[in-house]
């Protein structure tokens, strides 16, 4: 269907609004019949049509909104996610409908921390819902000048959430971060629930609506503290909330099994506790003189430093090792005066300090900003095959 203009084979909006009948009759449908299609946010290639069915969307939504968002009829609730991402339509109408909770609403052209922050100061949001992304850019105000009356929960989701930035925003307003990890395919995976122990840096545990598991490449469940790939269990009951498949590409969607699991393409260490640690997409993580490096990991690093407001790292070429860590650092402004090459020695002594001293970023790169997609998530990809196509 087209919003606007007309397609050869394709209905349109506008026509059928007009003509459409003032008397509604529900259509008797199975749970198993097609309901939505969202496209996937493409930070790993093009984004891909993810078909769910009737009933995908009760169970998911029914933990999102109860147990992650907490949301209640008394609540006010914001999240920020653009239109363009499936997240909107889950938090922004379906987990808010399905708990009688007050969606609050704010248009506005270009993200403005300060807009955010007197948005937040002046009007009674109870629960907010933000991309790391944007409480990157808050922590950086100075909070102590904003009083959020009415501010009960905070939560985020879309990228993993730096402990850095959570200890930021906690010393400042004194409220806690909720992470929840989740996909167009899936609505929540994993999620730090409002009662939970929060270890910053986790993603949380599994949602109630899944068996999640770290797996290895033969589809075997690993132990506790052991990288692998995060995986849904799939056999022998396909869980309600999962999509149904990727509209028109079986061969895509058949490549998402492995064994009993689907595979949601992301890396992760689950520990003994069953709070899962994200390490990166499958795609993105570094093999260097048969080191195996996390990006994240080296992303969270880099945010302690003060130069650095936003990093992003991704494997580079390299005539030894095969490929070393590269990362492309947006610099804070006090220090965009300072000598390049003094303050990259600076940065790489201090990730060798915080973690171990092979997973430091030989090469880094300064650059005004990062290439993101609509939804705010960082394209790794871009940067990576950018590096690449270099060699």
């Known amino acids: 269907m087209t919003v606007s203009g007309a397609r050869e084979g394709w209905l349109n909006f506008q026509a059928l609004y007009t003509t459409a009948n003032d008397k509604h009759t529900c259509i008797?449908?199975?749970?198993?019949?097609?309901?939505?299609?969202?496209?996937?946010?493409?930070?790993?290639?093009?984004?891909?049509?993810?078909?769910?069915?009737?009933?995908?969307?009760?169970?998911?939504?029914?933990?999102?909104?109860?147990?992650?968002?907490?949301?209640?009829?008394?609540?006010?609730f914001w999240n920020s996610t653009d239109t363009g991402w499936a997240k909107?339509?889950?938090?922004?109408?379906f987990a808010p409908w399905i708990q009688g909770s007050c969606v609050f609403a704010h248009y506005m052209p270009r993200f403005d921390p300060t807009v955010f922050l007197e948005t937040l100061t002046n009007y009674p949001v109870t629960t907010f819902c933000a991309p790391p992304t944007a409480y990157r850019m808050l922590v950086l105000c100075n909070l102590a000048n904003y009083k959020f009356k009415s501010l009960q929960h905070?939560?985020?989701a879309g990228e993993p959430m730096n402990p850095q930035v959570f200890e930021q925003w906690k010393a400042s307003t004194g409220l806690d971060i909720y992470e929840g990890y989740g996909q167009t395919e899936t609505v929540l995976i994993c999620g730090t629930f409002k009662g939970?122990?929060?270890?910053?840096?986790?993603?949380?545990?599994?949602s109630p609506a899944y068996d999640v598991q770290v797996i290895d490449a033969d589809g075997n469940i690993l132990p506790p503290d052991q990288e692998g790939d995060i995986g849904i269990r799939i056999a022998p009951q396909k869980p309600f909330s999962l999509f149904s498949h990727y509209t028109g590409d079986p061969v895509k969607t058949a490549s998402t099994q492995r064994g009993d699991f689907?595979?949601?393409?992301?890396?992760?260490?689950?520990?003994?506790?069953?709070?899962?640690?994200?390490?990166?997409?499958?795609?993105?993580?570094i093999l260097s003189s048969g080191y195996r490096i996390?990006?994240?990991?080296?992303?969270?690093?880099?945010m302690e430093h003060p130069a650095v407001i936003e990093s992003a790292v991704v494997s580079s070429p390299d005539s030894v090792r095969g490929e070393v860590v590269k990362a492309f650092i947006v610099l804070s402004p006090e220090y965009t005066a300072h000598d390049p090459e003094t303050l990259i020695k600076e940065i790489?002594?201090?990730?060798?300090k915080v973690t171990a001293p092979y997973k430091?970023?030989?090469?880094?790169?300064?650059?005004?900003?990062?290439?993101?997609?609509?939804?705010?998530?960082?394209?790794?990809?871009?940067?990576?095959?950018?590096?690449?196509?270099?060699?």
């Open 196 to 206: 939970m122990k929060i270890k910053p840096g986790s993603m949380g545990k599994a």
């Open 360 to 391: 430091y970023p030989r090469k880094i790169e300064f650059v005004q900003q990062l290439p993101k997609t609509i939804s705010g998530k960082i394209r790794r990809n871009e940067l990576r095959n950018k590096e690449w196509g270099k060699a």
């Open 262 to 285: 689907y595979l949601t393409g992301d890396r992760a260490i689950k520990d003994k506790e069953g709070y899962f640690w994200f390490v990166g997409r499958s795609d993105d993580v």
């Open 154 to 156: 905070c939560v985020s």
């Open 28 to 76: 008797r449908t199975r749970s198993t019949d097609p309901m939505t299609i969202y496209f996937t946010s493409g930070t790993t290639g093009s984004p891909k049509m993810t078909e769910h069915n009737q009933c995908s969307y009760g169970l998911g939504l029914t933990v999102n909104g109860r147990y992650w968002l907490d949301l209640t009829p008394s609540d006010v």
């Open 348 to 352: 790489q002594e201090h990730v060798k």
């Open 294 to 302: 996390g990006p994240f990991e080296i992303e969270s690093a880099l």
């Open 88 to 93: 909107s339509a889950w938090s922004s109408v």
